[in-house]
């Protein structure tokens, strides 16, 4: 039988099988994922199949396969040892929150999402929230934001969660797919989800009232069914996106305006930095690339790894546990 694990607690996994009800699994022996160096062989999202054993006071689940994944996010321990903690996987699109004030997402948080996102091969959809609150000013930044990111292709929806506004369009991506939602602490994330699904009430607020407290919480993964036929998963404590290790020169590739120009670049194994005939560069010049944008790919580049985990990680009261 096969079934999609809605939840992990190390070692059990809540299944949901076919016929919509859900039976906790273990694993039989020893799972090993090609290419993966991971402390869990199963995450929230994967697809499996399992056999059933009845006992005389009990029904489990037993999984014996894997399904290939589509993608998948991790976090990486911050030993030495390598290894990574796979969050949850087969995602199809994630959406991350941004707000012009309260607080401020930076176009370097943007871009390092997004690039991320690609890395990830994950859909990525920029959600500004908070329109009822905007100004003259906060406005015409948002519209600026907006047509940036649309014009290299990042479908972008404007909401407001506390007055319920653009939930519509939202609710149509979401539709038969499996979500995500990012952001900084405080941009809504709670309020658009709870707006999507009053009954639903994701630990996210929870968590982080723990910390606040300077209580030790291990967090996992859910996943959870939204009436209007939706999937979210829910990844308590993190509020960014796993950090993946990249080589300098396919950095440039997650920028998909950049990998547009790329081949009329000089040399094929333009960085776009100091090289000559650079088609990235042309194209910043004359202003067809944003600054933004290349200015966090230049950061990136250099990797500026302490902007770049406090970035990912807007969880700042515990930075190190990722
Ligand atoms: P989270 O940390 O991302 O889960 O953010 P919350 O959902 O807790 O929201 C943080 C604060 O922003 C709360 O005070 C919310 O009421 C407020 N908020 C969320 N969405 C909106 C919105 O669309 N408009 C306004 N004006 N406030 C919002
Ligand atoms: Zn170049």
Redesign the pocket.
Known sequence: MTGIVYKSTGSWYSVKTEDGTFLECRIKGKFRIQGIKSTNPIAVGDVVDFDIETSSDETVGVITNIHDRKNYIVRKSVNLSKQTHIIASNIDVVFL?VTIN?PVTTTSFIDRFLVTAEAYGIEAVLVF?????YTEETLDEQLFLQYVYSNIGYQCLR?????GKGLEELKFLMKDRVSMFS??????????V?ALEPTLNLK??AI?EQHQQGQHTTTFAEMFDLSFGAKIIDTPGI?GFGIVDMEKQEIGDYFPEFFALKDQCKFNNCLHKEEPHCAVKDALESEEIAWSRYNSYLQILEGDEENYRNDLYSDERNPEKF
């Open positions: 929150l309260n929230n908070k329109i009822d609150t909401v407001s969660a506390a007055e952001g900084h602490s405080g941009v809504g994330k709670s309020t658009l709870n996210t607020k982080s509020r």
